[in-house]
């Protein structure tokens, strides 16, 4: 058993077994030694380097290997680090901690820009997420951040900023689980959590823009009035409408993807979304969710979408 103190904060390590190494590259077991441990009630992986320390960038592209395989934080653990070093480490989003003196850890990221952040009026874009994909996915109830970070396309700082978020707005609660994790409970099922939630969630479209001609290859998630029609009785638009993020659909604008952008008419509708679409295939289709959907359109005044929308969610099938 091997002892680390972090921030004051003693931990034990223990050896990981030889038969817990599988996937590791002959250089990893060369390079390392390998520990498991727990801090703040979350599993993580302890690297120590054998002789001196490597560069950030061969830490990082380590650690992603690892983490893939083995499902967990990787933190490793160095002796005599500078603070230019250290710096770079976190460049590269490297986790570390240098004897007893200085941690870099998800878990302490996170509480970090908690503390400076106020309690939000709205769902951010990852908690809006983290909920949706709970209501229309798969059931979050009881899982713990680092299960969700596995599931979802957002880092574990993400998934914990996000969680905070909806726990700040009463749309769930932390508890510990018989394991003395850290797991999440929904204060409510279905329908009745997506009322609770309505004054906090928000559209998750940031932009729409208009084009000729979008000179993109690919199959993009269809939006907006076409979206709707796919899910109820409304008719098509004759417009193609499609949802990118807004980085990608800067992008395109730069590089003239977009014939005759403008933002008020044109053959093709072009959404940024705040978030990525939790995306539903059919017939080769893509297809924005129903309720990124709903939120996307809640504000037309047309009656016909009011209409259709009232069905889209009385005809939800709830997933939690």
Known sequence: MKELTILNKRIGLQ????AKLKGITIDDKLSYKFYDGTYQTVPLL???PIGTNGTPRKYAISAARLTDIFGLPVIYILENVPAYERQRLIDYGVYFVVSSKFAYLPMLVANERIRKSAVPKQLSPVAQYILLYHLQIESLEGMAALEMANKLPYSYESVTLGLTCLTDLKL???MSDSTNRNIIHFVAKGYELWQKAQEVLSSPVKRRIYC???QIDGNLAICNINALAHYTWLNPDTEQMV???QQQLKEWVQKGKL????PYDGAVMVEAWKYPALVMQENGKQYVDKLSLYLSLQDNKDPRVEGELERLINEMIWKD
């Open 243 to 245: 949802m990118t993020s």
């Open 15 to 18: 050896p990981r077994h030889q």
């Open 172 to 174: 769930c609660e932390k």
């Open 259 to 262: 014939v005759n952008a403008n």
């Open 212 to 214: 000729d001609e979008l």
């Open 46 to 48: 302890f690297v120590e």
